[in-house]
């Protein structure tokens, strides 16, 4: 296993959310709301994003019809207490790939104050 190292703490991030209305990923003023940043099960806790110096909007967005993209300073994120680790995936497919670790599952109030904390990227 590859020894994961901590992302810098001047970097930013980008983290996507689902653009449909019924997903409630979005505030009506087009801020994110908690569910962006919110672990689910499957993520084991690891939430992942994109390092922006590693990647580009487009690529970290994907599908822009299906997505919304969001950017949050790493300052931000070990503010309140969480870490993010370089996370590149295994077969080359993302190289900007990382996990921001520290919260729980169960955690209402962490997933907001990121949110709080985010910018929306217009593509």
Same mark, same amino acid.
């Given at each position: 296993m590859?020894? @994961?190292?901590?992302?810098?703490?001047?970097?930013?991030l980008?983290?996507?959310?689902?653009?449909?209305?019924?997903?409630?990923y979005m505030? !009506?003023?087009?801020?994110?709301?908690? @569910?962006?940043?919110?672990? @689910?099960e499957?993520?084991?806790?690891?939430?992942?994003?994109d390092v922006?110096?590693?990647?580009t909007p =487009?690529?970290?967005?994907?599908?822009?019809?299906?997505?919304?993209?969001?950017k949050?300073s790493n300052?931000?994120?070990?503010?309140?207490?969480l870490?993010?680790?370089?996370?590149? =995936?295994?077969?080359g497919?993302?190289?900007a790939?990382?996990?921001?670790?520290?919260?729980q599952? =169960?955690? =209402?109030?962490? !997933?907001g104050?990121?949110? @709080?904390?985010?910018?929306?990227v217009?593509?």
């Amino acid at each position: 296993m590859i020894e @994961r190292k901590l992302v810098a703490n001047n970097e930013w991030l980008f983290r996507r959310g689902y653009a449909s209305p019924e997903k409630k990923y979005m505030n !009506p003023d087009g801020t994110a709301t908690s @569910r962006v940043f919110k672990l @689910r099960e499957r993520d084991q806790g690891e939430l992942s994003v994109d390092v922006v110096s590693l990647t580009t909007p =487009e690529k970290s967005i994907g599908d822009k019809t299906k997505f919304m993209l969001f950017k949050i300073s790493n300052s931000a994120i070990i503010d309140i207490e969480l870490q993010t680790f370089h996370s590149p =995936e295994s077969d080359g497919s993302n190289v900007a790939h990382a996990v921001i670790v520290g919260m729980q599952l =169960e955690d =209402e109030i962490k !997933p907001g104050l990121l949110a @709080r904390k985010s910018s929306r990227v217009y593509l």
